[in-house]
Each structure stands twice: as structure tokens, then as C-alpha cells.
């Protein structure tokens, strides 16, 4: 694990970096190495990609980091890229694989209270997914929102935004 996050900060190639992010999103199913992968800055290496040009790769650096937010520590380090997710998001081509790697994150994040705060401004995005998705984006959209509705303090932003 070590090796791989030191090949995704050494390396600019984009192939090598896909596929050393599967490995390690492959690697995160598993409890002890989502633990391991954050004790070595894994997190923050995982999370840099998400500033990449390539599509793919922030797609593969989504998918890792939504395995690694099944910890509750990992989530207290990702939650600083939830602004920055919800940008792909936004940004995303409409029903992308990268779109929907974001918004499985977004589900994973969104599960206690503590970050709804910071997908306040994605809402009226959200409701835009939700109504001009595929049938995939539409369900992951609902995941997201469910588990915002579920919070009192959001139902004046989810009830006043433009749609």
C-alpha cells in the first residue's frame, strides 16, 4: 500500500495512476486497510487527484475514496473534499461514470449530519440531476437527498431551492 501511494505521487501518467487508484480502491474493502492506506497520507494523495485534468483518474480517486469513507475516522479527513466533489459533480458530463463516482461518495458522506452543511450550495444541482438523469443518476441523486432530508437544519435549503 505504501509502494502504490508513493507511485501515485511520483508518476504523471495518467494510466498508472488509474491503475494504481483501482488497487488501492480494490485494497479499501478491506477494514484494516482503509486504516493502514490514511495512517500513510493515503487520504490526502487519494484526494489530490481529484484535482486532475484527466477524467478518469478523479473518477478512480472518487471510487477509492468512497470505499475508504465506510470508516468513520476516514470520513473526518474526506470531508474536506466534499466542496471540491460536488464541483465534479456539477461539472461532470450529465450521467458520467465520474458523476456518478462523486455522488456515491456524496451518499457515503451524507449518511450522519455532520458535513450536510457543505452540500448545501450542490441542492439546486441535485434536484436538476434528479429531474434531467438517467435512471442510474436519478436513484444516486435520491440517495443523496434522502439522507439530507433525514436532517431538520436542511429543510428550509432543500424546500427554498430553485429548481
Known sequence: LQKL???????????????????????AAFSVNQDIIRNLDGLSVIGGML???V???????????????MNIKNQEEIQVYITQVCRNVESAPLNSDLQLAGLRLLTNMSVTTDYHHKMINSIPCFLHLLSEGTERTQIQVLKVLVNLSANPAMTRHLLRAQV
Request: net charge negative; glycine share 0%.
Open 5 to 27: 501511494i508513493h507511485l501515485l505521487q511520483a508518476t504523471d501518467d495518467p494510466l498508472i495512476q488509474e491503475q494504481a487508484l483501482i488497487t488501492l480502491s480494490n485494497s
Open 51 to 53: 484535482s486532475d485534468c
Open 55 to 69: 477524467p478518469k483518474v478523479k473518477e478512480k480517486a472518487l471510487n477509492a475514496l468512497n470505499n475508504l469513507s
